[in-house]
């Protein structure tokens, strides 16, 4: 079984020599017991944070132990009564080929069915990424049709199920991204109504005026992926009694300090600004999955995905994921 562990914590940027590499046995196993072949791992922008020695909302990775990570895979090895071997199954396997799971603790491992879903979009827009788009959206912007949003990291695991998520809602739905790719891919394949690509604009305020280029209604809804240049730029465009879903400060997990331009703006447009962790709110789940599992079954939610081969390519895909390389969920292939 080979495994990613993490070997020792960055110093700014994270890097690939942060990880290494480790080959074990799987143990035999315990009842209760179910052994996972992994398919996919799931690379995560959440895991940065987990590289850190302070604690933040989650408990810091410990030195030397495989890497967290979601995993979908099938049951090679049952010790428990609800599951048998081919069980196309997701959970929290980690970075590696194979898991033992104590398949009665809750949470642990879930059945999944791959009828009308990919097994690897259990990862994305049918997994983790895709509940947290679902509870940004209908929980805190709560829209109502005919009203603008705008979400950044738009072509990613997570704003790529906004969109759809949207659209669904009869809003008018506009991306921030990185690059003429990444955008053209937003509006041609996954339903945005515009894409702006932020990478050109040297400061906030030209960013905002192609926010409002893009948005002639102002903003009602934004969801913050990014935060720094991308937020002041989208806060100048919000309209009263507006709300901000703060999911992710992505331009900020190596260490950048992202100080806020207009804080005043939050009183003088009455905004409301609220941040939140999926995890949290796991009484949404089973209602957010079943629309999400909806879109994809029929065609209106069907993101790219990019896949690094073999668990080695792991470190190397997630530091990519962390500067914007991958395009869409980024998964890693284990078979
Ligand atoms: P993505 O698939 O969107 O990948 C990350 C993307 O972030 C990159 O592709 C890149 O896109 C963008 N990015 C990276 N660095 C910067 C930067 N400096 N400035 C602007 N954009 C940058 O990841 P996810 O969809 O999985 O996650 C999106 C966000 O959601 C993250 O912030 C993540 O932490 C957050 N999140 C929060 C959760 C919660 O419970 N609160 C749960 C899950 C995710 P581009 O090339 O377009 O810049």
Redesign the pocket.
Known sequence: NKQIVLDNRPVGEASPANFRLRVTETPPLQEGQVLVRHHYLSL???MRGRMNEGKSYAEPQPLGEVMIGGTVGEVVESRHPKFKPGDAVVGMGGWQEYSVVDADQPGALRKVDTTHVPLSYYLGAVG??GV?AWYGLVKIIEPKAGETLVV????????SAFAALGKARGCRVVG????AE?CRYAVEELGFDACID?KPHPDAHSLSKAVKDACPNGVDGYFE??G?M?LDAVMLRMNAHGRIAV?????G?DGQPLPMAHPALILVSRLKMQ?????EHMEVWPEALTELATLVATGKLRPRETIAQGIESAPEAFIG??????L???LVKLI
């Open positions: 995560d922008p959440y983790m990424p947290t950044s990291a738009a072509t990613g695991a997570v704003g921030i991204a990185g690059g990444k932020y992926n990014v720094g991308v999911c992710g400060m992505i331009a997990y941040g939140f962790i999926v995890s994921l962390l500067k914007g390389r991958n869409g969920k980024q």
